[in-house]
Every structure is written in structure tokens, then in C-alpha cells.
């Protein structure tokens, strides 16, 4: 029987504190990962209802973590928030409340579902000031844009963001109980607020995410520049627009994508176009081959052997009822496209399919 290893979150340094929401599978995951980091951050969990606090309770106050290689890992230490009343509430495991809580906060890693992002971030707003660093690790794409039209109109009082794109395996057993199923990478890197910084590397002006976040062993992250992480991120964008739409459409696992190559093409083909035409990226060494239709089958084809037996999260979501993430996957690649004047019609019908299949199997569950 695997041995099990006491993390401890460490609060070494409380004048630095990372805040994470969203504690899904990724979130989770960020939250043990940063706990291991040595001589580390405080580490705090926003929770958005009181309910997950006795569910942390149960859960014996702490993260269990399975390691890829079948080790059973714990981590404590946590600090929490729970909000409700309008307010966040310094709250321990046991129950017991403390005073509201007000502090701004330094560094906040946001890992809810894209179609939450806002709601999530709301109830934050108050909280969060140019000074503050908002790392968006999810999947997706758009959910900046939708952040600064609802939360942050005015660039002057916009917080630092980071683009975040993991590429690790993570399962959600329950709540605060994760299994890491494939051992892979994580990248990050700023978005700039004005076309003079697109290409500035983390390290020549220190970010306090950049520099610390690496030394988790199980991250294995790696910052770059703007132009850097986009592209990673626009890669991953591509893959998630083949196959959360085409499976989820077809109740399917990924290993039916194999029989779809001429919507492979199509899709493909549309993204290349719009990737090729990104002002941000034109002037970036070896754009054109790296997201040429050929290279993106390459990359589509390799994670689909890798995981041809696993079903994505669009599908589940479908099965569930539950609201999917495709305006922020497909809706992404449309919305670059209206704004270059690059038309996109087969990620535009993709967009439709899925909205409708939502609203059908959203009206079958009201009439049961």
C-alpha cells in the first residue's frame, strides 16, 4: 500500500499570499501544487458557499492528491474564505467565523469553468486594484475580454492579468479529492495593457507568479512573453475546438474523431487562417509553419492517439444539462475571426449545434 505524505501548506511568509478560486480538478490541483512550493506562500481557497466548508470539514481539512505514480499524498494548512451574505468571511474548518474580510489581494489564481469566470470574479472586484495579479488558468479563451466589459470598463483600474494553459491530467474523485492521471506541463506568461510590451519577457521585469510558481515540482511550469504563451494557448484552443464540439455533438469518445478527417480539415483550416491574420502574432518567427492546417493536424492527431479511449469535458456537460464551455472554445475562433474579417462558418455552425443540443436537453429536463 502506497505510503501517504503530509503536505503542509506553509505560512513562512504571510506578507505573500496567493487566493485560488474555482477548485475543480485544475484548481485543486494549483492549490496542493503551491502548497509544496518550498519556503512558499500563504495559501488561501475562496469558497463561494458556505457548503464546501463542511465538505472540506468531511473531507478531514485538507487536499488528498494521487499521485501519477499511485502515491496518496495530503496537504493542509489552508487558509479559507467563504462567502456569503454579500461578504467574504474568514471562516475555519470547525465552522467558527471571524471578522469580513476586506484585505486586498496580491495574487489570485482563477480556475472556475470560463462560462463562471465572471460571476466568479465579481464578488472580488471590491478587492482587487492595479496592484493585484490575476492568473487565468482555464480552458478557453475570451474570458479576459468578458471580464474587463463587465467587471473592469476602465483600463486605469484594471488589474495585472496572466494567461495560464495547463496540460496536465487531473481527475475530480470529489470535492478536494484529485487524481493526477498524466504528468505534463504548465506555461504562463502577462498580458500587456498597451502594443509596446507585447514581447516582454517575465524575468526582465520580475513578477512575483513568474518567479515563484516554477518551484513547484508537479506544475512544472515555465513562464514566456506575450507573443509566447498566446501561441501555446492558441494551440491548445485549436485541439479543444476538433474535439469537445464533434464528440459532444456525437455523445462520443475521442477515438471517433479518427472517422471525422474532412471536419478535422475544415476546422483547422478556419483557425490556421485566423491565426496567420493576428496582428499580435505577425511579426513572430516561424508562425506560418508551426500553425499551417498540416502542423495543427500533426498536433490534433498525436493528443487524440494519446487519449483516444478518454471523453471530454463537453460531453459531459451535455449529458449533465449542464451549460458548456464552447462559446470560450469555438466562439473564440469565431469572434477572431468577425474581428479580422476572416469568416469562420463550419466554427460558427459548431457554436449553434451545441447551443441548441444545450437548450433541447435543457427543456427535456424542465418538462420531467
Known sequence: MPSITTSLATTSMPSVRIHIIGLGSI???????VSEIPNGPSVTLLLHRRSLLETYRQNGNQIRFESTDGKHLVSRGYDLETFYNDKWHLTTPQMKDSAVVTDEIQHLIVCAKATQTVSALRPLVPRLS?????????????MIEEVNKYLFPDPMFRPNYLIGVISHGVTLNSPFNITHTGFSATSIGPVPSNASVLNRIPDAQPDYLCQTLPNSPILNLKPYSYSGILQIQLEKLAVNAFCNPICALNNAQNKFLFSVPEIRRAILTEISEVVLSLPELKDVPGLKERFSVERLEQTVHAIIEKTANATCSMVWDLRSGRETEINFINGSWSRMGRTLGVRTPVNDELVEKVLERWGSSRRCEQSN
Open 130 to 142: 492595479r496592484a493585484s495579479n490575476i492568473l487565468f488558468l482555464q480552458n478557453g479563451a475570451g
Open 27 to 33: 484548481g485543486t490541483f494549483a492549490a496542493h501544487a
